[in-house]
């Protein structure tokens, strides 16, 4: 590789305050690049400042509106590119690539597009930028976690040149020890309707007079933070506040984990599932729903946990099993382990390094060829009809603000 080559990463708004699965991505591909002897500038572009922990001081972040705030996105990137012309341009996602516009005298720059969810998540999109993307598209390779992800691209993205990478796991040497009972369920990601948080607090429901030593901790940041409201309100309505409790953000998950017996992760739509594939990889067995995107490739049915149907009764089954044999637990927490040794860093960033480098050699690019999901995915339609707050809960929200207000 010759020394220096410039890489620009594009990065979503939320770079300079935000917490979560995207952000931690980012850090870890940021500083790698940069160990690897690139030289890698950010943008992104917001009204906050900041940069994200842990970032490698060598990755040079520019907020674009910082260059010049009465001016759009657009302008400010192609200013910035003609000002620092980098040998390759990775968007972290297809909105800031339709909103970059890259002018015609850049269209020699190579291009990555990430794809860091289930793709058609994105391309269903009724914001018009993003159906500007076919025309914008060119000199590009897009990435996508899984070969079943790319039958779930446009048309035109998957005539141009697709490849496959996962997200890279760093696991601790420290595995959970699975033979000292704790009698605890953990659920770690971000708090939101499309993570399937009801429908787990109403599929324990169903056991939990059974095993009322038993207990679920919710952890994540709540997005929309009214929602937190909404599961807390569940939570007391189903009478489960001994049981179910809400942990908010721990700084360090995976330590965390360890203090648990397996995990719970009923997403409805994820790309790789980061809090997932931490639990996996520290030996937790943990229980999915099929159609779910992402999580359905994490988790072998039978091998490292359970794949139900989104069916309160089957969840709840799941979790019964794993309850009451240890022994279970014990051999699905070590075949986790195994299952996510694919998915090391070292192994993932190689990977990541080899496509880089065959593009900026211009050398020939190995395409992910698509194959068919072993289980059919949720409906897009569904999964975004579930965002919207019913009668009920936007009643109870209201009603919380003005005894808020009172209490002040």
Known sequence: MEENRLILLVCQPEIADGVGGAITMFVNFAN?????GYCVHAVYDSLSTGSPHNLDSHVKLTNMRSLNPHTSFKENINHYLTQNRPDLIIFFFPMLYAKA??????????????????????????????????????????????????????????KSDVVSIANPIYSSKTQADLTTLKKKIIYLSRIDRWKGQKFLIKSFKKIASKYPDWTLDIYGDSTPKEYVHVLDNLIKEEKLQDQIFLKGVTKTPM?????????????????????????????????????????????????????????????AKAMETLITNQTLRIEMGKNAVTSMNAYKAEIINNQWIELIENILEKRPIVKTKAV??????????????IKKYTLKEKFKLTLQKILAKFQR
């Open 255 to 315: 330590a965390a984990y360890l203090d648990y017996d397996f995990c719970v992760f009923p997403s409805y739509f994820e790309g790789f599932g980061l809090g997932l594939s931490d639990a996996l990889s520290l030996g937790l067995p943990s229980i999915g729903l099929k159609g779910c995107t992402g999580v359905n490739e994490l988790i072998l049915d039978g091998y490292n946990g359970f794949l139900v149907d989104k069916d309160e009764n089957q969840f």
């Open 32 to 36: 790698m690049l940069t160990q690897r």
């Open 101 to 158: 516009e890259l002018n015609s005298e850049f269209d020699d720059i190579p291009r990555i597009l990430m794809i860091h969810s289930r793709p058609d998540f994105y391309f269903t999109s009724k914001k018009k930028i993003l159906k500007n993307l076919e025309s914008l598209y060119r000199n590009t390779i897009t990435q996508v976690l899984f070969p079943s992800f790319v039958s779930l691209l446009p048309e035109y993205i998957q």
């Open 372 to 385: 068919s999901p072993k289980y059919e995915p949720f409906s897009i339609k569904k999964i975004k009809s």
